[in-house]
T-cell receptor, first 110, second 117 residues
Framework: GQQLNQSPQSMFIQEGEDVSMNCTSS?????WLWYKQDPGEGPVLLIA?????ELTSNGRLTAQFGITRKDSFLNISASIPSDVGIYFC??????????FGPGTRLSVLP | GAVVSQHPSRVICKSGTSVKIECRSL??????MFWYRQFPKQSLMLMAT?????????EQGVEKDKFLINHASLTLSTLTVTSAHPEDSSFYIC?????????????FGPGTRLTVT
């Protein structure tokens, strides 16, 4: 079945630094989504991307839908302590269910 | 808006007993609800998709007789783990897609942590 890879698996950064993470797949998707999950909570949608090449921002977050439709990246600028959590990418191919990546665990050091 | 609740948030049960988890969409109607399972430090794995008034569709490898799903109304779906065993211990998360929602739209509940002793 379809699988997503996320890198890095985990990262430790200083408060104020920018963060970049990506998600890759061997198959194409029609929609890419980025979620954040806090410990013991359900995921919350951050950004949804609908077409290849699309670049979308949500506050300090920016995400892009790769031209090949097989990848996406998420950037967080000027990180703050509340950015701590697990970031999941998810791909959606029409007519099929979501596929979630394994997540990138972000820790922000004060 | 678009709030999904789950009850209970945590449950501990003895091996061999059954546990019911509720998923409710509080401020919208959901034709479709999804049930996921998440092991520690792992991703979400879709278990089943339930549509109001019809039988759930289970993913490959998920035992339908063990994980009973009922979606009796547009705001409530339940997952019953029957004859639970320690290996069923996990974090169970539901999500709901609004009736008029687009295909990617789903709102997640806060999850239920099940521990089977």
């Amino acid at each position: 079945g379809q699988q997503l890879n996320q890198s890095p698996q985990s990262m430790f950064i200083q408060e104020g630094e920018d963060v970049s993470m990506n998600c890759t797949s061997s198959s194409i998707f029609n929609t890419w989504l980025w979620y954040k999950q806090d410990p013991g909570e359900g995921p919350v949608l951050l950004i949804a991307l609908y077409k290849a090449g699309e670049l979308t921002s949500n506050g300090r977050l920016t995400a892009q839908f790769g031209i090949t439709r097989k990848d996406s990246f998420l950037n967080i600028s000027a990180s703050i302590p509340s950015d701590v959590g697990i970031y999941f990418c998810a791909g959606l191919l029409y007519g099929q269910n979501f596929v979630f990546g394994p997540g990138t665990r972000l820790s922000v050091l004060p | 808006g678009a709030v999904v609740s789950q009850h209970p948030s945590r449950v501990i049960c003895k091996s061999g007993t059954s546990v019911k988890i509720e998923c409710r969409s509080l401020d919208f109607q959901a034709t479709t609800m999804f049930w996921y399972r998440q092991f520690p430090k792992q991703s979400l794995m879709l278990m089943a998709t339930s549509n109001e008034g019809s039988k759930a569709t289970y993913e490959q490898g998920v035992e339908k007789d063990k994980f009973l799903i009922n979606h009796a109304s547009l705001t409530l779906s339940t997952l019953t783990v029957t004859s639970a065993h320690p290996e069923d211990s996990s974090f169970y998360i539901c999500s709901a897609r609004p009736v008029a929602g687009v295909v990617y739209e789903q709102y997640f509940g806060p999850g239920t942590r099940l521990t089977v002793t």
